[in-house]
């Protein structure tokens, strides 16, 4: 393949066959239920519990918001400690509930939160650790788990990129206090705009169906400032067509995966993350990470002459959360304690993955990668 014929583009939202959306439409206007916990609503609450193996799930309109609501089921306040290398709602979410963040350098294998660094920035006004499986790769659970337990500390877990995820054989949303899941149209699985909290409680999912509905807990009684994040019955329609569908999409996802990993890996100074151990993972994001020194042109030069071949990566996570302005004045966003965070954030590009992109695309940026790369004279 010499021409492109269109864009690649990081991701392609997959969507079911228009046909078989038509049925749960027909659904819809006729019974009129359009929202308020109807019968898709109900209905995917239960297929996803069944599909990811996890107790109790609640639908929510998107994954900010289920973050959000995530840090108010457990009157989480004061500083949570997360971690710069994410997508900017992990800590909006703080800010929404005036938690001031407090930002910890992840470890270089993973791009996780580095739970060795978290014990020196625990305060007395720690309440929390909100960690990001970053790439749906697991963090290092069981040390976080024994950090917030010897501290008496919560885990809210940002698993937006890890549904489907398994961890030592189970769902990795199992881990922590609570995890929140996002359903966007760029995630793996998608319900247009979307999002859920996994809770281990059955009295922890009934708080939170309160808080998504305005704190309404009866007819006449409010047990606390809600809000309006209630997903609606189309979007959990188009969910319960879009789970039948995960597994084929996962298993091309995995193929796509396969053939980068064989062809990226004899390129000097492109680098790839390892497999994680003890998982089943989701396939979602294909990271690269480009040593200038090595690959003879700088992340920022690659990405730009990628894009005049017409492949849109995307850099994630640049620039780091805590390189934001409204973040950059909090002490913990000193770049100088974010070292891996902040090297990872120069060097890398998510390169296409989805399940529709073939091999000969595949192969086709692979190429541009290889010949890109500028060759040291010796
Ligand atoms: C996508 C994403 C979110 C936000 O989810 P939305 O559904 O888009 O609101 C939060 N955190 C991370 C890490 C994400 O990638």
Redesign the pocket.
Do not use: I, P, Q, R
């Given at each position: 393949m010499d021409n492109l014929k269109s864009p690649i583009y990081v991701t392609k939202p997959s969507l079911p066959e228009l046909q078989d959306f038509f049925p749960y439409l027909e659904q819809i206007w006729k019974t009129k239920i359009l929202t308020n916990n109807g019968p898709f609503h109900k209905q995917l609450e239960k297929e996803l519990a069944d599909f990811l193996g996890v107790p109790y799930i609640s639908l929510f309109a998107?994954?900010?918001?289920a973050?959000v609501t995530a840090l108010q089921v457990f009157g989480i306040s004061g500083e949570v400690i997360t971690t710069p290398y994410?997508?900017v709602?992990?800590s909006h979410s703080l800010l929404w509930n005036n938690i001031k963040p407090v930002f910890v350098d992840v470890e270089p294998e993973f791009c996780n939160l580095d739970p060795e660094k978290i014990e020196a920035v625990i305060t007395s006004n720690t309440t929390a650790i909100m960690p990001?499986h970053v790439y749906g790769n697991p963090c290092k659970v069981e040390r976080i788990e024994e950090i917030a337990k010897k501290y008496g500390l919560k885990v809210i877990y940002?698993a937006?990129?890890a549904f489907g995820v398994d961890y030592k054989g189970k769902n990795i949303c199992n881990y922590g206090n609570i995890s929140i899941l996002?359903?966007?149209a760029?995630?793996v699985f998608n319900t247009m705009?979307?999002?859920a909290i996994i809770c281990h409680k059955a009295n922890t999912k009934k708080q939170i169906d309160f808080l998504k509905n305005f704190g309404f807990a009866g007819e006449t009684t409010i047990m606390a400032c809600g809000i309006n994040s209630k997903m609606n019955e189309m979007q959990a329609a188009l969910g319960l067509l879009q789970l039948k569908n995960y597994n084929t999409n996962n298993e091309k996802r995995r193929e796509i995966d396969h053939l980068y990993r064989q062809n990226l890996k004899g390129i000097k100074g492109i680098s790839l993350l390892a497999k994680p151990e003890n998982t089943v993972s989701n396939y979602a994001y294909f990271p690269i990470f480009v040593d200038e020194k090595e690959y003879g042109i700088s992340r920022d030069a690659l990405y730009e002459k990628l894009k005049t071949k017409g492949i849109y990566g995307r850099r994630y996570f640049y620039p780091l959360i805590s390189e934001f302005s409204m973040y950059e004045s909090y002490d913990s966003a000193n770049p100088a304690k974010l070292i891996h965070a902040k090297k990872t954030s120069q060097e890398v590009i998510c390169l296409p993955i989805y399940p529709d992109l073939d091999s000969k695309e595949v192969d086709y940026i692979f190429r541009c990668i290889s010949d890109f790369r500028i060759h040291s004279s010796v």
């Open positions: 998107n994954g900010t918001l973050l994410s997508f709602a992990t990001v940002d937006a990129h996002s359903f966007h760029t995630k705009e979307g999002g």
